[in-house]
């Protein structure tokens, strides 16, 4: 068919009645448009290779140089969620996992905010589906994304040795660190002897760390990404990856529980185990840490909770380009 | 009665409806910072009319269309789409209306139906619905045979093809163009033209497109010209030619302006 005559079938049957107009904005509109933006996240991912090798690379090379090399000289003692001393290597790995997250927040958001003016942003932003629904499906797209990244990199540990261990019960634990006052709240959920919330059939006990890790990677996930657009959002400085990098990334990733246990850092500076213990991103590390052993970190879950809450809510509005802070810094660059 | 209050009347009948203007932009203006780059801009695109909104590069054209797509919030002014405010009913004026913007916004690794459906998804279509609709925007661009193919595979005047196919899928009644061809060789740039031509005639939507190329424009087409964010001609071709004296749109732009540096011509 030549590409100037217009179909009269085309024309007749795009149109609708203003009824089904209505119901497309309904609950199953949403649902369509959410799995519509995760899908093409994942699409995108997959389609550039290079994207997912250098987002694997780069924790394989902390477990398998950095991790390796400091095997001997940093022994971790038994503390939860562990029950038995064990290997650097295992113990970097939920911190790495985070890492994971972490980059892949940073890099999606930062694309989200330099594509806003010009490319596939604009596109989105004309859906008519409310803007903070969008970003959330976009947020979550970019999560979706870090959970395929995650789980390829504990494919890759799991034949270097690095796995969890068979789970025979979930358990209610209460961050090892946390004040007394919060374990008292929230730990009377559980069995008060064993801790216990339900116990695990033996068939799965042995894949339950790599089940109940995916909802604490999803929700730390969601709170990075929220926090890296709302940052990415309102300093402008941060223009390239390098900056971010070093502002960002290598500021929270250090200065957390990802490479060495709290108490460690305690013995060296309690100034700086205070700023681990302020660092949202420790607590992302602790909820995949605990999951990973079948147990939920609950003081890490409600502090993981409440900064996704509260860093979707400044993402959105930082980032919404009709009110947010992005539109009060002034106009696109070089556009009229 | 204003626009806006006939089109959010259930009581009113379609015959109301289809007299409601695809577009109304009534005494908008925009700064950024202390440059201001929209001054008091009204225009009118009624259901059925082709309207050429001319104006050189930073003449405020895609600040307009960056108000109208609800990029920025107009600070001043309103903007309708089919009699929704864009601020105050955004959803409604936002399922009506259909977008081609100035830069490329197609993903080049995917394929063309798998853009469409994207697309489709967050118009809130159903997957099956999705697939319909975008087998018949491609085939309305005359792309049937390579919604398979990748994105990038294709050349940039079928790039444009599958945008309009795109902006076309939830059936919109107004639809904006920015500079749609630009960087196009001639075949593709009037294939494009045509296309749209047909879409106005055919499915009496309301075409806004913006351009600096003069010979786009064709004597039954409404003319809107706006320089330095102000509008200076709002009306027919022939009209535009008697009130400068002049016996064409190129010359009569120059005359308006005062622009003396030779327009671009096309590619």
New interface residues.
């Given amino acids: 068919?030549?590409?100037?005559?217009?179909?009269a079938?085309?024309?007749a049957?795009?149109?609708?009645t203003s009824a089904a107009?209505q119901r497309?904005?309904?609950i199953?509109?949403?649902w369509?448009?959410f799995?519509?933006?995760v899908?093409?996240e994942i699409?995108?991912y997959l389609?550039?290779r290079e994207r997912f090798l250098s987002a694997l690379v780069r924790p394989l090379i902390w477990l398998f140089i950095f991790a390796a090399g400091f095997r001997q000289t940093l022994g971790v003692s038994i503390i939860p969620p562990y029950q038995t001393y064990v290997l650097y290597e295992e113990y970097i790995a939920p911190g790495l996992l985070a890492m994971i997250l972490l980059f892949n927040a940073m890099q999606s958001s930062l694309s989200m905010v330099y594509d806003?003016?010009?490319?596939?942003m604009?596109?989105?932003?004309?859906?008519?589906?409310?803007r903070s629904f969008l970003l959330l499906s976009k947020l979550l797209g970019g999560v979706s994304v870090a959970l395929l990244q995650s789980y390829a990199f504990l494919f890759v540990a799991y034949w270097w040795g690095i796995e969890p261990p068979p789970i025979p019960n979930i358990q209610l634990f209460t961050f090892y660190d946390a004040p007394s006052w919060t374990g008292g709240v929230i730990g009377s959920m559980a069995d008060p002897i064993t801790n216990t919330l339900f116990s695990v059939p033996a068939f799965i006990q042995p894949y339950v760390g790599y089940i109940a890790v995916a909802p604490a990677i999803i929700l730390a996930g969601l709170m990075l990404g929220a926090l890296a657009l709302f940052i990415s959002s309102v300093i402008k400085q941060l223009e390239n990856f390098a900056g971010v990098m070093n502002f960002v990334i290598f500021p929270m990733f250090f200065a957390s529980s990802a490479l060495y246990p709290l108490w460690r850092i305690r013995e060296a500076s309690p100034p700086l185990y205070e700023i681990c213990r302020l660092n949202p991103f420790t607590y992302a590390v602790e909820l995949i840490r605990f999951a990973l052993y079948g147990q939920i970190d609950t003081i890490s879950l409600a502090i993981v909770v409440g900064f996704t809450v509260v860093f979707l809510a400044a993402a959105v509005f930082a980032y919404n380009?009709?009110?947010g802070l992005i539109?009060r810094r002034?106009?696109?660059g070089g556009?009229? | 009665m204003t626009p806006t209050m006939t089109a959010t009347d259930p009581k009113l009948g379609a015959a109301d409806q289809e007299r409601t203007p695809a577009l109304v932009v009534n005494g908008v203006s925009h700064s950024?910072?202390d440059?201001k780059?929209l001054d008091n801009v009204s225009l009118t695109v009624d259901q059925g009319a082709f309207v050429m909104l001319l104006g050189l590069?930073?003449?405020?054209?895609?600040?307009l269309f960056?108000l109208i797509?609800?990029?920025?919030?107009n600070v001043s002014g309103e903007i309708s789409i089919c009699g929704f405010d864009v601020r105050r009913k955004?959803?409604?004026?936002?399922?009506r209306?259909g977008?081609v913007?100035q830069?490329?916004?197609l993903?080049v690794?995917?394929t063309l139906m798998?853009n469409l459906?994207?697309?489709?998804?967050?118009?809130?279509?159903?997957?099956r619905e999705?697939t319909?609709?975008g087998r018949?925007?491609l085939?309305?661009?005359?792309?049937?045979d390579r919604g398979n193919e990748k994105v990038r595979a294709l050349s940039g005047g079928q790039l444009r093809?599958v945008e309009i196919a795109r902006s076309?899928?939830h059936?919109p009644d107004l639809l904006l163009l920015d500079e749609p061809t630009v960087g196009l060789d001639l075949g593709s740039r009037e294939?494009v033209i045509?296309?749209v031509r047909?879409?106005v005639a055919?499915?009496g939507l309301g075409v806004l497109w913006a351009t600096h190329l003069m010979d786009e424009v064709l004597r039954t087409d409404q003319v809107v010209v706006l320089h330095q964010g102000v509008v200076l001609y709002n009306g027919g071709v022939p009209q535009l030619l008697t009130q400068t004296g002049t016996t064409s749109v190129r010359e009569a732009f120059r005359a308006l302006t005062g622009t003396k540096a030779p327009i671009e011509e096309a590619a």
Wanted: aromatic letters at 8%.
């Fill in positions: 068919m030549s590409a100037s005559t217009l179909s079938t085309a024309s049957t795009f149109a609708e107009a497309r904005l309904g199953a509109g949403y369509a448009c799995k519509g933006i899908w093409r699409l995108r389609h550039q806003r003016e010009t490319g596939t604009r596109t989105l932003l004309v859906s008519p589906f409310p380009p009709s009110k539109a002034g106009g696109p556009s009229a | 950024f910072g440059k780059v590069n930073g003449a405020g054209k895609s600040t960056s797509t609800r990029l920025y919030d955004s959803s409604q004026a936002l399922q209306l977008v913007f830069s490329r916004t993903d690794d995917l798998q459906k994207y697309h489709a998804a967050l118009h809130g279509y159903s997957t999705a319909r609709r018949l925007a085939e309305l661009v005359g792309l049937s093809r076309m899928m059936r294939s045509k296309i047909e879409l055919k499915e």
